[in-house]
């Protein structure tokens, strides 16, 4: 604080200094608190806010444990986000490996920015091209019949559809932190485990996942926090039957008018995905400084 | 050999599928626009015809939803950029223990789902009596946005030599003076990038605006709604219009930027 003032002097540091508490009082902290305090008060009507029964509780929260079609929605997001995770760890480890220790630079610049283009294109419109590839009477079914794989088209809206649009959706976000971990394995032991005659799946066990343990851990939990608080795919590419979590609060405040209950709702996503990315990263010990970038 | 024969002919399959993977839904999207077809497809092809663009060129509700994110990306531009240098200014200045407790707050946002940080603005503002609309668009985009300008001048600054300032000091020029001389020129690439990264996120956003648009439309509620309610290829002749500036401007910056750096290589 005092360095603050001694290398900008007092206008410019009192500027900066103002600038930076009212966006964390006002925007971070304020709207957090105030979702707490809608969360544990009841709906009630204005006549009887302030009266005696608006009193803080935990039913909101207590109403989602005990709501079955709910619960299993928010049980079902959970795993879901889980499964996106692991999928996209799939996908994106081979390609991260090449990338990281076989690709020539030429190679390597051409793969980063083929990578990179279609995570510069907005969600909404990424989700939209997955919409009219998986349509009922979209290119893919009609593909898969005109190569006689199926008889009749496929359903794909629905969990497959959301799965699908989803993992595409965060390739990027697992790509690059595994990517980064992966480069800085030193060739040498690569091939001091393949001269040492271990096949090519243990030294990928043993030596180069051990490695990347930190890049993988950040992918995945940042992976697992989009797909559980993500909108617009299981909107776009779900089916009444693959209902989101996200889906449920928005539900409360714009179509069941109680904002408590959604409050209540959203407070739970949030500790959700903070426990999950805090427990994740001591477990791993991923430095927050580290995962920023 | 020959087990790495095959190892290595499955990998260009799978190369070649990772790329159809990532290309196909757009070109597919990309392709539809040109198709006469009613709902957007590729098969069967019914005709090429360019009239989906000038559908798209004709609908008011697309124009004035353009206007809305337009307003809002300036305005989240003008508060995220001072905001969030400052707060790059205040961190580097702060020492060890307080810096660490105060970067995890100040990256919280970015840790935070983005239909939260919707909610809990919403939630916060209807106490002093403001509804959804522009402002609170604003208000919500802006809270994460200011993160990740702050980390992007927070890089520039680690390279910044402080014995320029010191020199400047030296040579009789004020705080302020320094601070508009020295600094800010030093960080304005980092300035003009997080800019450009500000109107990218503000106007791709969709999980916050939701919930504090109010009876605004900017563009991806536009589209998200289109899809649910009558999809045409205009949509998609929208889409591949975005596509194309978006794609533009992301290769003119990356090209300004390999020019800056072999102009001033070691800076």
């Given at each position: ?15 900066f ?6 966006w ?51 049980l ?16 994106c ?9 076989r690709?020539?630079p ?17 969600e ?18 009609a ?42 394995l ?18 990928h ?7 990347a ?6 992918g995945?939990?940042f ?11 299981p ?38 995905c903070?426990?999950?990315v ?10 927050l400084?580290d995962?920023?970038? | ?6 190892f290595?002919?499955?990998?260009v ?11 196909a839904?757009?070109?597919i ?5 040109f ?70 707050v ?38 994460f ?28 020029a ?12 030093f960080?304005?690439p980092?300035?003009l ?13 969709y ?15 536009f ?16 889409a591949?219009?975005?596509i ?24």
């Amino acid at each position: 604080m005092r360095d603050l003032y001694a290398r900008f002097g007092g206008g410019l540091a009192t500027v900066f200094l103002s600038l930076v508490l009212i966006w964390l009082a006002a925007m971070v902290l304020a709207p957090n608190l105030m979702m707490i305090d809608y969360a544990l008060r009841p709906n009630l009507p204005p006549a009887e806010l302030g009266g005696p029964r608006d009193v803080w509780s935990l039913d909101n929260v207590l109403y989602l444990a005990n709501e079955g079609v709910h619960r299993a929605i928010f049980l079902k997001t959970i795993w879901a986000s889980a499964l996106v995770a692991a999928l996209t760890l799939v996908v994106c480890y081979p390609i991260a490996f090449w990338m990281a220790q076989r690709a020539t630079p030429g190679q390597l610049s051409i793969a980063l920015m083929l990578v990179i283009i279609p995570f510069f294109i907005n969600e909404v419109l990424r989700t939209l091209a997955w919409f009219i590839l998986l349509a009922y009477r979209g290119p893919l079914n009609a593909v898969l019949q005109g190569i006689g794989l199926i008889d009749a088209p496929i359903r794909w809206q629905g969990d497959g559809g959301v799965l699908a649009g989803m993992v595409y959706a965060y390739i990027l976000f697992m790509l690059l932190p595994i990517y980064n971990a992966i480069e800085s394995l030193d060739k040498s032991q690569l091939e001091a485990a393949r001269d040492l005659g271990s096949p090519t799946w243990r030294t990928h066990w043993r030596v180069v996942i051990p490695h990347a343990k930190a890049g993988i851990a950040t992918g995945c939990v940042f992976t697992f926090m989009l797909a559980a608080g993500s909108y617009v795919a299981p909107a776009l590419l779900g089916s009444p039957g693959s209902r989101w979590f996200t889906e449920i609060i928005y539900n409360w405040f714009f179509e069941g008018g109680d904002w408590n209950r959604g409050a209540a709702y959203a407070l739970t996503l949030l500790v959700l995905c903070l426990a999950v990315v805090l427990v994740t990263l001591r477990v791993f010990r991923v430095n927050l400084t580290d995962v920023a970038k | 050999m020959t087990t790495d024969r095959i190892f290595r002919g499955l990998f260009v399959l799978y190369l070649l599928a990772f790329v159809a993977y990532l290309f196909a839904p757009l070109v597919i999207m990309g392709l539809a626009a040109f198709n006469e077809s009613r709902f957007p497809t590729v098969i069967p092809w019914q005709g090429t015809t360019l009239d989906w663009f000038s559908a798209m060129w004709a609908d008011a509700a697309m124009w004035r939803s353009l206007w809305t994110s337009a307003i809002v990306a300036v305005l989240v531009v003008l508060v995220a950029l001072p905001v969030g240098t400052a707060a790059a200014l205040v961190l580097t200045t702060l020492h060890a223990r307080a810096r660490s407790f105060a970067y995890a707050v100040m990256v919280s946002p970015l840790l935070t789902p983005g239909v939260v940080i919707g909610i809990s603005t919403l939630i916060l503002w209807r106490q002093v009596g403001v509804g959804g609309g522009i402002a609170l668009i604003v208000v919500a985009q802006t809270t994460f946005i200011i993160c990740y300008v702050m980390l992007m001048v927070m890089a520039r600054l680690q390279r910044f030599d402080r014995t320029q300032e010191e020199a400047a000091l030296g040579l009789g020029a004020s705080k302020l003076m320094v601070f508009r001389r020295v600094l800010l020129p030093f960080l304005r690439p980092a300035l003009l990038a997080s800019g450009g990264l500000a109107v990218l996120q503000s106007v791709e956003n969709y999980n916050t605006t939701l919930f504090v648009r109010g009876f605004e439309t900017p563009l991806t509620v536009f589209i998200a709604t289109k899809v649910r309610t009558g999809l045409t290829p205009a949509v998609n002749a929208l889409a591949l219009v975005i596509i194309a500036a978006t794609v533009i401007g992301a290769v003119a910056y990356e090209l300004a930027r390999r020019r800056q750096v072999t102009r001033q290589p070691r800076s």
